[in-house]
């Protein structure tokens, strides 16, 4: 039926004073009742009609007691199962299935059946001559809709078997609401051009403004739970005396991201497998890299110095030129290092906190973008013990006190050190950051003076945040699937507490 002529049926019977129970309605117009329930809630909205709940309720078997139906209760079965000489429980349940697996412990809890274990093997016996079936009349006539009068205790026990269920649903008595009318005239929104050309509005019922309603409250920012905790690391940072870096310069050059820090050509993080190597601008010219910082890095590759023998190639300028995005925030760092060195030296912390990219398969743990955390401290005569007494200091504010340390190598840190911390939340050792000394071969091309050591240590932000906001797939957290609604709705960030 048309849902127009349904609606003009609905009024006219509701004028009439004759939709008791909007049930029969809907069979005596063989729709579904859920579609006559939405056009009167809908009339309700324009103030056209009334709704008063008539509520129903009836016992119902459930597809559990509908196996039962017309046949025996599953203990009736199991009891006519068992024979004289008894049976094994297992060949008793693949005779009955379903029925020899929940009639079996209703039986033994009714006494009916028992275990003898006298001959050997357990059998199940009969312990009573005959048994009565009190629950198959009472599944026959709910299954025939044929309530009468039902046991209260019967009933109960029969539910608390799930053999029987009790539904309930709402019918709905139809009275006249104050706008009733037997046609609905939907009310105009807004005044239009050809209301006021041809006079239409004259005979036009208009929806009344509400001059009360404050609209929509404008949704407010929120922050992601990476920048929650980034302020924290920041600040943890400040309260140690560090200067952060700037990082804007997400594309950098192979000189400055690799080259400067030591790490020789033909490294395999260079490769393209490894690393975002940008095609459009390719290069950055040598003429902007210091002429002559470039010729004391190349030499220190080629043939070494301050105490090293260098790599022993041919180091290629065209190399050094390519562009890439960033591999890491130390590239940030050999950029300060070396105007430190050009501007005078002088005792310096400095931090980072942003953006990497590395060309890493995507996985639960893993993406090819994310943010690197980075400290750096130089200053004359530093040695391993500075660096692992600034570490414990460091991880100490983030709440982390039981560290270890683990020899690990790095081209342009000698010595280095994994770190790992003991995690009171996961209850085991993890790796939490990378840390060791800057090399000399990276150093004194810079022109830092003798004596001027260089500490510093990195880390994720990200795998401190999924710990923290138990986000067990990073791209929940970082990427085109980040929830909204869990940005909106993350707890407060505090490290340390």
């Not at 003009?8 to 004759?18: C, E, I, P, R, W």
């Not at 911390?421 to 060791?436: C, F, P, T």
């Amino acid at each position: 039926m048309a849902a127009l002529q349904l609606e003009t049926d609905l009024l006219a019977q509701v004028g009439a004073g004759q939709l008791a129970d909007s049930a029969e309605f809907a069979k005596a117009h063989n729709v579904d009742h859920q579609a006559v329930v939405g056009l009167l809630k809908s009339l309700v909205m324009a103030d056209m009609v009334v709704m008063e709940a008539i509520e129903h309720s009836r016992l119902t078997v459930t597809p559990a007691g509908q196996l039962y139906v017309g046949v025996a209760a599953p203990e009736v079965q199991v009891f006519n199962a068992v024979p004289a000489e008894g049976i094994t429980l297992a060949d008793l349940k693949t005779q009955l299935g379903v029925a020899g697996d929940v009639g079996f412990k209703q039986a033994m809890q009714n006494k009916w059946v028992g275990i003898d274990k006298s001959g050997g093997e357990p059998k199940v016996v009969r312990k009573v001559e005959s048994v009565q079936d009190t629950v198959l009349p009472i599944l026959n006539a709910l299954a025939a809709g044929q309530e009468g009068s039902i046991n209260e205790a019967e009933l109960m026990a029969l539910m608390r078997r799930k053999l029987v269920a009790k539904e309930a649903w709402k019918t709905w008595k139809v009275s006249k609401g104050p706008c009733f009318a037997l046609q609905r005239k939907k009310a105009a929104t807004e005044l239009t051009t050809d209301m006021l050309q041809s006079g239409a509005w004259r005979d036009t019922t208009f929806k009344p403004y509400n001059f009360d309603a404050l609209g929509l409250p404008p949704s407010g920012g929120h922050l992601h739970p990476l920048l929650k905790v980034r302020t924290q690391f920041r600040k943890i940072f400040t309260q140690m005396g560090f200067e952060e870096m700037p990082t804007n310069n997400y594309v950098e050059s192979s000189f400055w991201n690799f080259d400067a820090l030591f790490q020789p050509q033909q490294h395999p993080a260079r490769d393209a497998h490894d690393t975002f190597f940008l095609t459009k601008p390719a290069a950055t010219p040598a003429s902007n890299f210091p002429a002559d910082y470039l010729e004391r890095v190349k030499q220190t590759h080629q043939h070494g110095g301050f105490g090293s023998i260098g790599y022993g190639y041919d180091w290629k300028v065209a190399e050094a030129e390519k562009n890439l995005l960033r591999t890491h925030t130390t590239a940030v760092s050999s950029r300060m290092l070396y105007r430190l060195a050009q501007e005078g030296f002088h005792p310096a912390k400095y931090f980072s906190i942003d953006r990497v990219f590395r060309n890493e398969a995507i996985d639960r743990t893993h993406l090819a973008e994310f943010h690197q955390i980075e400290g750096v401290v130089c200053d004359y005569g530093l040695t391993l013990s500075d660096l692992i007494g600034t570490l414990q200091q460091f991880f100490d504010r983030l709440g982390l006190k039981k560290l270890r340390f683990k020899p690990a190598f790095n081209p342009y840190t000698e010595p280095s050190m994994e770190i790992f911390s003991y995690s009171e939340q996961l209850e085991k050792w993890i790796e939490v950051g990378n840390s060791g000394m800057f090399r000399p071969e990276m150093l004194r091309p810079m022109g830092l003076p003798e004596g001027v050591n260089v500490i510093a240590w990195g880390l994720g932000l990200e795998r401190p945040t999924m710990i923290l906001y138990q986000v067990d797939n990073i791209r929940d957290l970082f990427g085109h699937k980040v929830s909204l609604s869990m940005v909106r709705k993350n707890a407060i960030c505090r490290l340390g507490l």
